[in-house]
């Protein structure tokens, strides 16, 4: 059965809300310290490590954990993260990251492991395509055998 938001306790909805805060703000150091230093980089190794065990540590109920960019924010297992102003920093980079890619939502699947989530966080440092930035993004994590992580396009809304 799915959950749904009103049978989640409050306690449990806080926790999910903070872990999801913590994964956009260490996603973000992450993208940064990929852009200057290689994946065996030290640093680097910690914040990746330290991200994939909070998302393994949702992904304990054995569901899917989906992040997704909706109304100019990110939920988390469909709770709502919401920003202040120690983070609004990474919310916005982390949001424009998504629009540059057309990204709407990254779904971890139970056993995805810690090398698929690397290889995403390097493929996100890669030049995005002006043509298609979404469809060029899914074809290279698919030649690097990146299973259990799916992507899902961002909704096209067109205005009159």
Not at 125 to 150: G, M
Request: zero cysteines.
């Amino acid at each position: 059965m799915k959950e749904t938001l009103a049978s989640i306790p409050v306690e449990k909805q806080r926790a999910i809300h903070q872990a999801g805060v913590e994964v956009i703000v260490k996603f973000y150091s992450l993208l940064k310290l990929a852009r200057l230093y290689s994946p065996e980089n030290v640093l680097f190794r910690e914040q990746l490590t330290h991200v994939y065990q909070t998302l393994q540590n949702l992904l304990a109920e054995g569901q899917e954990v989906s992040l997704k960019r909706r109304e100019g924010t990110f939920f988390l297992k469909n709770i709502r993260l919401r920003f202040i102003f120690t983070n609004y920093h990474a919310f916005k980079f982390m949001l424009q990251e998504f629009d540059k890619r057309q990204l709407g939502a990254i779904h971890f699947l139970p056993g995805f492991s810690l090398e698929e989530w690397q290889n995403l966080v390097v493929a996100f440092t890669l030049p995005e395509a002006k043509r298609r930035p979404f469809e060029s993004l899914v074809d290279h994590i698919t030649r690097l055998n990146i299973e259990n992580i799916r992507l899902e396009k961002a909704a096209e809304v067109s205005f009159p």
